[in-house]
């Protein structure tokens, strides 16, 4: 019996040192594998460093849930410096475009020539041409200049296209409005005024969006109507009876077009939201669109009231290098805004307003000579300011609100 026991007890002490030899090479194995990969990755990041360098730059730890502690690891993303470069380049060029619009439009209708001033119609016109042809080649750009894309979405969906026939009315009706409001208006005041397109996209936007504004937004409101209220305030002015009666009647055909563009601008840019929302297609097919039925109408109206000057001196008559500056900043303005706020937020672009305004005010009464502020035109700008800034303001959600997904 103790020999038996013996013999069982030597057996399994082989099979230990067996199997303790068996983990020792597995371990061995192991090392060595992760050596060979090790080096690998070395090779690797040695033959590219400069994507090694982007990670370096980029530092981004996804959360992990561990095993053990059932903790959740920190997220820590470090931007690049670039991205904040390229937030206020956008702020400039928001700046840019919104106020040099503004100007050369005021001063190509103002400009006194011996030939016969440009008709607003074909500028309108000319630049929805102009607008066409640039979001076309972008559609060839992104699709390696094929047609098939435009034949797809344009001619194989008639419905859909003519859904674009309303909002494309009433943006050629508010092209031809802004022309009237700088033809009687000076930047300053236009720019101002042309601010309550706030309040009238923030009620289109509750009544066919169903949207909910903060008390921010309804108190930025209040702000907006009070400072252009004081924007338009009449002042004293001297001259004899008859040239204040021309100026009064000048100011208010230059105030009735612009709130009649903030009301079609409202609605037509929520329609065009709500009809982006519904569908998956290209911002870009979405401007041809859009942009081919405002030719139509552009041409129709072209025809209709300014047909007999049309006839006499031509479609391009008083055409010269600043109304080809007005026309390309017209057509390309929307463009630009469209993929510049892809890097700007709300803050950047209440930002770029108010430095528009400041920048028209200035020009218009150093360089245009058509401007005198007052102490109320000081006090509602900075109201029309301040409200740009409120409405941009973004609702916090209260901590104990629930968050349904």
Known sequence: MDAGLLKDTSVLSR???????????????????MLQSSFHVRQKSEECPSSSLQDTIVTRLTPQLSAHSGTESSTMVVSPPHSVRLKYLSLAVLVLQTTSLVLTMRYSRTLKEDSPRYLASSAVVSAELLKILVCTLLVFKENNFSVRLLKEEIVNKPVETMKLAIPAGI????????????????????????????????????????????????????????????????????????????????????????MMACVSSGF???????????????????????????????????????????REFGMFQGYNTVTCTVIALQALGGLVVAVVIKYADNILKGFATSLSIIMSSLISYFLLEDFNPTCVFFLGAVLVIAATFLYSKERKPTSGSAIKV
């Not at 099979?15 to 594998?33: M, T, V, W």
């Not at 929520?270 to 669109?289: A, C, D, G, H, P």
């Not at 039925?293 to 000057?309: A, C, E, R």
């Open 268 to 310: 037509a840019g929520v329609y065009f939201e709500k009809i982006l929302k519904e569908t998956k297609q290209s911002v870009w097919v979405r401007n041809i669109q859009l942009g081919l039925f405002s030719f139509v109408f552009g041409l129709v109206g072209m025809i209709v009231y300014d047909g007999q000057m049309v």
């Open 171 to 258: 943006y050629t009706l508010q092209n031809n409005l802004l022309y009237v409001a700088l033809s009687n208006l000076d930047a300053a005041t236009y720019q101002v005024t042309y601010q309550l397109k706030i309040l009238t996209t923030a009620l289109f936007s509750i009544s066919m969006l169903g949207k909910r504004l903060g008390f921010y937004q309804w108190l930025s409101l209040l702000f907006l109507m009070a400072g252009v209220t004081l924007v338009q305030w009449p002042t004293k002015s001297e001259g004899d009876t008859e040239q204040k009666i021309l100026s009064a009647g000048s100011r208010f055909v230059g105030l009735m077009a612009v």
């Open 15 to 33: 099979n230990q040192q067996l199997d303790s030899f068996l983990i020792q090479q597995q371990g061995h194995l192991d090392d060595e594998k």
